[in-house]
């Protein structure tokens, strides 16, 4: 995944897919109401080229909001050659689709080769039966581990999707979940908190009290815990929180749920707060004095905390005379060291 690279989505709000899942609602996730025509997304592409053509950056066509290897066959391939055309004379340098663990095999796959895509992301959402069952997902844990090694088999990028918080979940078939999708080896991931939206079937099980959804601070613990078992095997995590879109805000397509829309920022908080007070645990004496912390040059905003949660807790909890945030470059990436002064 080349850092910098500008993404032109095409949104295919649930075209493909038969299955209701329990928290889907993708007109409302995905902010658009109406299926795009193969015309309108040529449109959409050269519009943005247009745009983009004097950026020297990485730039990727992504068909985002549906399963699209569901689609009909030949809707399919019109859409990719318009991409693949791009993709040949070098205008953009990838091509992504969503889709299924059940809706990949070696014919689709073939196909999507044959027109240049490179990522393919697989909404996994969870692993165990039950809450695959529960939320209507249509799909078992051996059809995401037969997908993915099809897709690595034919060397294109893989990344996978999972729910924190669904029907019948447990922060235990969380864990789990996350490291099956450590076996299957993707190269990056993303990590949802489950929320309510508009016209879901979780939105009946709510109104009929039959589920509650975790609260912020559940949902911020335990996509904490996730992101350090990526961590160890150097998985990237690209997303944390479903994205803001103007019918994603509270009040208006959300019902319930963790929604926050600097979710990252929060998880990011927490992890470093853990980081910086086991460090201080190894002190005595703190109380009244000045805390100097050294983290690398790009992560002082992270370890100051959202909206400077970290600076206000340690000055709180210690009584601290002032806390100063340091950026060195040596310092590798989510490390921290301290130095405590009168």
Known sequence: ?????????????????????????????????????????????EAQLEHLKDV?????IAFYGGSFTGLPYEQQRQLLAMAYEKKKLNF??????STRPDYINEEILQLLGSYGVSIIELGVQSTDP???????RGHSKEDVYRAAALIKKQNIQLGLQMMVGLYGDTKEKMLRTA???????????????T??????????????????????DEAVYLCKELVLEFDQYQIPIIRLGLQATEEI?????????????AFRELVETEIYKDRIEYKMSLYKGIEGKILK????????????GYSQKNKNYFKDKFNLKGIKIFGVDRIPSGEVDIEIFL
Do not use: W
Request: net charge neutral.
């Open 1 to 45: 995944m080349e850092k910098g690279k500008i993404i032109i989505p095409i949104f295919i709000p649930h075209r493909g897919c038969p299955h209701d899942c329990s928290f889907c609602n993708q007109k409302k996730i995905a902010g658009i109401g109406t299926d795009v025509t193969a015309e309108q997304v040529l449109e959409i592409i």
């Open 56 to 60: 020297n950056r990485p730039k990727e």
């Open 92 to 97: 953009i340098q990838d091509i992504r689709i």
């Open 130 to 136: 039950t809450v695959l069952e529960l939320n209507n």
């Open 179 to 193: 490291r099956d999708i450590i076996d299957c080896t993707p190269d990056f991931v993303r990590i949802y908190p």
């Open 195 to 216: 929320i309510i939206i508009q016209d879901t079937l979780l939105e009946k099980l709510y109104r009929e009290g039959k589920y509650k959804p975790i609260s912020l």
């Open 249 to 261: 805000t509270i009040g208006k397509s959300i019902i319930a749920g963790p929604y926050h829309p």
């Open 293 to 304: 912390i050294y983290c690398n040059t790009t992560e002082c905003s992270k370890v100051a």
